[in-house]
């Protein structure tokens, strides 16, 4: 069983900041991409940010150069700098992740998501 703990989300004022943090433990030996998707009320799941283990890096339109996503040394967890927030930043944000798949389509795994209320 593969298990993702997400931590970070909760309120911030829009132009501020916010870290999203992800740990994955359980009966995974390789992670390939490791990245962020959000929902918004309403709105389809669309991805955030994602990286891959040969340290490729990709992000949603609406967060480049705002954003930032790193995993760590140990590729076990997986990180999202949030600056410059916006009200439309608003959502659920799912840690998701995969052994083998790259980008191009969401992993095999998810987290339970955790909310990011960005205030005017």
């Known amino acids: 069983q593969v298990q993702l703990v997400e931590s970070g989300g909760g309120l911030a004022p829009a132009g501020g900041s916010l870290t999203l943090s992800c740990k994955v433990s359980?009966?995974?030996?390789?992670?390939?991409?490791m990245g962020w998707y959000r929902r918004a009320a309403e709105n389809q799941r669309e991805l955030v940010a994602v990286?891959?283990?040969?340290?490729?890096?990709d992000y949603g339109d609406s967060v480049k150069g705002r954003f930032t996503i790193s995993r760590d040394s140990a590729k076990t967890a997986v990180h999202l700098q949030m600056d410059s927030l916006k009200p439309e930043d608003t959502g659920v944000y799912f840690c998701?992740?995969?052994?083998?798949?790259?980008?191009?389509?969401?992993?095999?795994?998810w987290g339970q998501g955790t909310q990011v209320t960005v205030s005017t």
């Open positions: 998701n992740i995969d052994p083998v798949r790259g980008m191009g389509s969401p992993g095999r795994y």
């Open positions: 359980g009966s995974i030996f390789t992670i390939n991409a």
């Open positions: 990286t891959t283990n040969d340290g490729s890096i």
